[in-house]
């Protein structure tokens, strides 16, 4: 031990001398200060520029939902928006608020340095963000301006803005924007909308107590929810009076009275919320909730700006598609049957419009278009048989078995009950035969379809690992926005383009609140994706989607439908029809929300689902044009009516080969001979060229 330290001490007095002599500690700490003033000039600089002078105005407007040409859409609009002036609200309001949640309030320049500190040291101990310490402004700050994001950045930036916004405007302008803005509970957001709430009362009404009450529903108001926990609201109400009386914000008379106030509670009704375009308005919320981290509460309360993809002009035709109730099955027993479905712009991955359901419909209710998971049925197929296949050499016209055949104890049927023996895959997209499909997956390999529905973007699970998958049959299903997302890859040349409503949110002041990351992979090639599109159209021309035909338009797409649960039955239970153009892809379910005995498809998917799709793209003629293909279909190739390069077919690929094998048989004799004679002249070169070597050696 002596030993290692005689040998340490030279180096140690050698780095303590030239400690001293360039004085590190003093440049540590010069560095560490010109870090601290560099970090609190940037966040100084950031609280500047938010345009803090609107966000008064900003808290009264409703938030507006605005399409992808910068118009606006709709505003979401709730009772809240209805402000009340703090001069109209008694004084003790006010009171009880300042008096439970920042008593310094009047006193501070937007943050209290001393709960700062004790909130710091809480989540030092605590070992992440758990709140606290923030004043009245601070509140308002991170409420109406920033993300829910729970970290010290987020902390300094709510601090900094709390500085901006009190050097703006006068405390009771605060105290007013914050007391109707923050949320009560129970749907109640805003002082006005509280007393309504919980005492069918306005505000000149309540009394001390009462104030004291919702004053004290601000900590936690689903904690402290007098209708489901009465007791808690009132223990929480009494040491709100307390901190008054304290404050000598009430006298020890005024206090004795609130506290042995009996108070009723009387439901005068929460919010009423109104907007255009429900189905995707809802959807929109739903994204900037599980998507930006924003909750409903902020969306409806901070006078937002929502920049979406939305074509008004489609959304129209498609909700008044949706009206048109002879254009669906007439449902069984007083119950309608459903539909979901998505346009969808390939290119951006934009949701142009969609439509979730039929009949009465709630705020956020159940969305058919993003919510529902269905099975497929064959529109899984160009997904995970088809493409795969095209991606390990098969061709079009590649001929496949079609003969009633078991995998183990798995038999599937071609919807006809009919066999071919052998057919060449355009035939067996065209008319979405069942045998093949399962006879090419299983050829394959069941990874290279999973493979390719992961890379598709299509939802699996551990139970989807089956040659089943081949015709749809999945554990939980996919929704008309991940149908649709999917296909978009085959006008796309290949590229998928994640499906999005929203592009970015604006807070009331101008601030980015969200904004989307474009995400783009690349699914497949061009040329393949070139020979899907070439058999899908012939799926429009000559096969199951016949009905979507529409003159001067060329659509390709794919049938699809379920089979019910009930052999005895003949129906099914979803029907699919997904298409496109260039510029749109379309993706339509239909169903009933719950499949029985009763409640099932009888009509084939040519009779139901077909004419809807060929509604809703009729519907968007006026407002947009639809491109031709660069490609034609696999019919006009083989028929030669196409000018593009003929495809090749199996028997044109083997003739290729004989013909130049033959002509190799035929010309190698001639290779033969000109070889030989060239060696024969590089012989004599070299011959010649030793010659000389050895005349100019011996010379």
């Known amino acids: 031990m002596e030993r290692i330290k005689e040998l340490i001490k030279p180096v140690f007095n ?31 600089f950031m609280a500047s520029q938010a345009n803090v002078k609107s966000l008064k105005d900003g808290l009264r407007q409703s938030t507006i939902i605005i399409d992808k040409d910068g118009d606006v859409a709709t505003e979401i609009t709730t009772d809240r928006t209805v402000e009340i002036d703090i001069d109209s609200l008694p004084t003790y309001m006010g009171d009880a608020v300042v ?26 101990f605590a070992g992440r963000i758990t709140g606290g310490g923030s004043t009245i402004t601070q509140q308002l700050t991170k409420n109406a301006l920033l993300s829910p994001e729970r970290s010290y950045k987020r902390k300094v930036e709510e601090l900094f803005l709390a500085v901006e916004i009190e050097d703006h405007y006068k405390k009771d302008e605060i105290l007013q924007m914050y007391l109707n803005q923050v949320y009560f509970g129970n749907g109640a957001w805003g002082i006005n909308q509280a007393a309504k709430k919980y005492f069918n009362k306005s505000m000149e009404q309540i009394t001390i107590s009462e104030a004291a ?23 929480r109400r009494n040491v709100v009076l307390g901190k008054m009386k304290e404050h000598h914000m009430i006298s020890p008379e005024e206090y004795q009275i609130a506290i042995e106030e009996n108070i009723p509670l009387k439901d005068g009704g929460g919010n009423s919320i109104k907007r255009d375009y429900p189905y995707y308005v809802d959807a929109v919320l739903d994204e900037a909730i599980t998507k930006y981290g924003l909750t409903q509460e902020e969306i409806l309360t901070r006078g937002y700006r929502i920049f979406t993809e939305m074509d008004q002009n489609l959304q129209s035709v498609m909700e008044n598609v949706y009206e048109n109730d002879w254009l669906f099955p007439r449902g069984k027993n007083g119950t309608l049957v459903q539909s979901g479905a998505v346009l969808l712009d390939p290119a951006s991955g934009g949701a142009r419009a969609l439509i979730g359901g039929r009949g009465d419909y709630v705020f956020r209710g159940f969305n058919r278009a993003t919510h529902i998971k269905a099975q497929p049925g064959s529109t899984i197929k160009p997904l995970a048989v088809y493409t795969p296949s095209l991606e390990e050499g098969y061709l079009v016209t590649s001929e496949l078995q079609d003969q009633l055949k078991s995998y183990g104890d798995y038999t599937p049927e071609n919807y006809s009950k009919t066999y071919s023996g052998v057919v060449p895959m355009y035939k067996a997209v065209e008319q979405s035969l069942n045998a093949p499909a ?24 551990e139970d ?72 899908l159209l012939n799926v429009v021309e000559s096969g199951t989607g016949k009905g979507t035909q529409i003159p ?48 099932y498809l009888s009509t084939s998917s040519s009779e139901t689902v077909v004419p809807i799709f ?43 080969a004989e013909e130049f094998e033959k002509m190799i048989q035929e010309e190698a004799p001639k290779w033969k001979e000109k070889l030989e004679s060239t060696f024969e002249k590089m012989k004599e070169l070299e011959d010649q060229l030793k010659d000389k070597i050895d005349e100019w050696l011996n010379n």
């Open 614 to 656: 060929k509604a809703l793209f009729e519907a968007t003629l006026p407002y947009m044009e639809h491109d031709p293909f660069d490609v034609p279909s696999v019919n006009a190739k083989l028929s030669g009516t196409d000018n593009k390069k003929p495809i090749l077919t199996e028997k044109a690929v083997k003739e290729k």
């Open 438 to 461: 399962v006879w090419l997956l299983d050829e394959m390999g069941m990874n290279k379809g999973l493979d390719a529905l992961k890379r598709f973007g299509i939802p699996l699970e």
């Open 552 to 599: 001067g338009i060329e659509i390709a797409g794919k049938t699809g439908s379920t089979q019910l649960p009930y052999s005895d039955l003949n129906g099914t239970k979803d029907q699919w029809f997904v298409g496109y153009t260039p510029n749109l892809v379309g993706a339509v379910w239909v169903g009933y929300d719950q499949t029985d005995r009763e409640h």
């Open 14 to 44: 050698f780095s303590k001398r030239l400690w001293k002599k360039y004085h590190i500690t003093q440049a540590i700490l010069l560095i560490g200060l010109t870090f601290v003033l560099i970090t609190i000039l940037f966040f100084a």
């Open 99 to 124: 008096a439970i949640e920042d008593e310094r309030f009047y006193e501070h320049n937007g943050f209290d340095l001393k709960g700062i500190t004790r909130a710091f040291f809480k989540n030092l």
């Open 464 to 535: 989807d690992n089956h040659l089943g998958i081949a015709l749809g049959g999945m554990k939980r299903g996919v929704s008309p926005m991940e149908l649709a997302e999917a296909y978009a890859t085959f006008p796309n040349q290949g590229k998928k383009v994640d499906s999005h409503l929203i592009t970015k949110i604006v807070g009331p002041t101008g601030n980015i609140i969200a904004e989307r990351k474009k995400k783009v992979s690349r699914v497949t090639t061009k040329s393949v994706s070139n020979n899907m599109t070439s058999m």
């Open 213 to 235: 009450l919702l004053a004290g529903l601000l900590q936690a108001p689903s904690a402290l929810n007098p209708y489901s926990n009465y007791d808690a609201a009132i223990n």
